[in-house]
């Protein structure tokens, strides 16, 4: 019997915001930094997030997270809006300690960020539900209750379409691929016990337990 599987790519977007540039103390890019995580770095249904036994610095990172919905490859800028129409929000969960010494050697930040279960993700909702526009989409993220990121994606340095367009020169998006956004400022570590949730536009979407 032929067995539905489908297979997809998540692009991560780095360095999107500002404040998170600042924070992190890197230099804001010309083009779009972009790295990835595979379909086994999926979270998703509120599961918990169990810590890592490789890791003693573990960072939530909120992000809007886009899906594509048609296969295309060099897709203008003003044509991109048509390769959407679902969008959730995730946390690309970042081993920062491992991160740091990628850095350092110049590698790749494979481990730090592509780790099984280092991307937990909402339940995808439609533009059209939400009735506005991509780039102007309000969430946030609590810990513990306390809201620690919270921005509007008109304050992302690339637009999405933009994003599309770039990631699109490069590699074929595909139906189901999944592209995280970036990160606001506020990141900052989770410990065992800590409790992450995500609002879109006022709605709690994601919750997820560290455990
Ligand atoms: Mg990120």
């Known amino acids: 019997m032929k067995k539905n599987v489908r297979y997809m790519k998540i692009i991560c977007i780095g360095r999107n915001y500002l404040a998170h540039i600042k924070e ?3 230099s804001i890019p010309e083009e779009p930094v ?3 995580k595979p379909d086994s770095a999926l ?3 509120h599961s918990p997030f169990y ?3 490789f890791s003693n610095e573990v960072h939530y990172e909120c992000e809007l997270v886009v899906k594509i919905n048609r296969l295309g ?5 003003n044509f991109a809006h048509n390769y959407y129409s679902e969008v959730a929000v995730g946390l690309d969960m970042t081993c920062r300690d491992i ?7 110049s590698l790749p930040w494979s481990i730090s960020k592509a780790f099984d279960y280092s991307a937990p993700i909402s339940n995808f909702v439609t533009l059209d539900n939400l009735g506005k526009d991509i780039q102007n989409l309000d969430f946030k993220l609590l810990k513990n209750g306390v809201v ?3 921005t509007n994606t008109s304050d992302m340095i690339f637009s999405v ?3 599309i367009s770039y990631l699109s020169r490069f590699m074929t998006l595909k139906i189901g691929d999944m592209i995280f956004t970036g990160t606001p400022c506020g990141v900052g570590e989770v410990k065992i016990g800590d409790k992450l949730e995500a609002y879109l536009e006022g709605n709690s979407i994601l919750k997820c337990d560290i455990k």
């Open 161 to 163: 379409n933009k994003l």
């Open 51 to 53: 810590y890592p036994d």
């Open 34 to 36: 972009f790295f990835f």
């Open 73 to 77: 490859k060099s897709i203008p800028e």
């Open 99 to 105: 991160q740091r010494k990628e850095i350092e050697k």
């Open 43 to 45: 979270l998703q249904k």
């Open 148 to 150: 620690v990121q919270e």
């Open 24 to 26: 992190l103390n890197h």
